[in-house]
């Protein structure tokens, strides 16, 4: 059983395009993240959200909308895409932010390409 | 903001030799945990070692340990018997214990690491 699993794991779109990417996590958390990855591997946090709440916002675009419909999922929606817009997401969990064990369990990650 | 650095983007080692790996980071928190995680090619994060600041035993996990130097700020990971699948990108990482809005690891740039037959 995949602990933290995303799909698509690969999307291929056009620029102005609007897509989602879903994250789901069996590991009963309250905490899940989506992080970028850009060309040179650098990895940022976008968002965390803990228990369906927005926790953290890092600067993001107004064009990037998470969603959390409930604790176990949290699916990440772009807007208008742009070239820029092509990374490599990744979403992970964590158990409780109130009370940090230490490590993020991460999902395999969604390669997004924008031509 | 804690910062972290690792001021090696690549480096290579002999198959079953040693290599260490550095990192350094910022932070004005006495209590803390910091990870190295390790990509592999197929794109996955995998968790290797990870350290609580207020240990001040270093962490060992296998073949891979780590030097934590909590004054200079330092945490270095070594591999010994170092295995072809060892290659990877290897990310150090930072997480306050302070929890909430600050419940999230802060990755350095990465180091790629190329074990060599």
């Known amino acids: 059983d995949t602990a933290v699993s995303q799909t698509p794991k690969y999307l291929v779109t056009q620029m102005g395009n609007d897509k989602s990417i879903k994250c789901e996590q069996n590991l009963g958390h309250d905490t899940m993240y989506w992080y970028k990855q850009d060309s040179k591997k650098f990895l940022k946090i976008m968002f965390s959200?803990?228990?369906?709440?927005?926790?953290i916002n890092e600067t993001v675009p107004n064009r990037f909308s998470p969603k959390s419909p409930d604790k176990a999922h949290l699916n990440l929606h772009i807007n208008s895409l742009e070239l820029g817009d092509s990374a490599v997401y990744f979403c992970?969990?964590?158990?409780?932010?109130?009370?940090?064990?230490?490590?993020?369990?991460f999902g395999e990650g969604s390669r997004l390409t924008v031509l | 903001a804690q910062t972290v650095t690792q001021s090696q983007p690549e480096m290579s080692v002999q198959e079953a030799e040693t290599v260490t790996l550095s990192c350094t980071y910022d932070t004005s928190e006495n209590n803390y945990y910091l990870f190295w995680y390790k990509q592999p090619p197929s794109r996955q994060m995998i968790l290797v070692i990870r350290?609580?600041?207020?240990?001040?035993q270093n962490a060992t996990e296998n073949r891979f340990s780590v030097n934590f130097q909590k004054a200079a700020k330092s945490f270095s990971l070594k591999i010994s018997d170092s295995q072809l699948g060892d290659t990877a990108m290897y990310f150090c990482?930072?997480?306050?214990?302070?929890?909430?809005?600050?419940?999230?690891?802060?990755f350095g740039k990465g180091t790629l690491l190329t074990v060599n037959p």
């Open positions: 990482a930072f997480m306050s214990n302070s929890g909430g809005s600050n419940y999230k690891l802060t």
């Open positions: 350290q609580e600041a207020y240990k001040q």
């Open positions: 992970a969990s964590g158990p409780d932010m109130d009370l940090p064990t230490g490590e993020l369990f």
């Open positions: 959200y803990n228990n369906k709440e927005l926790i």
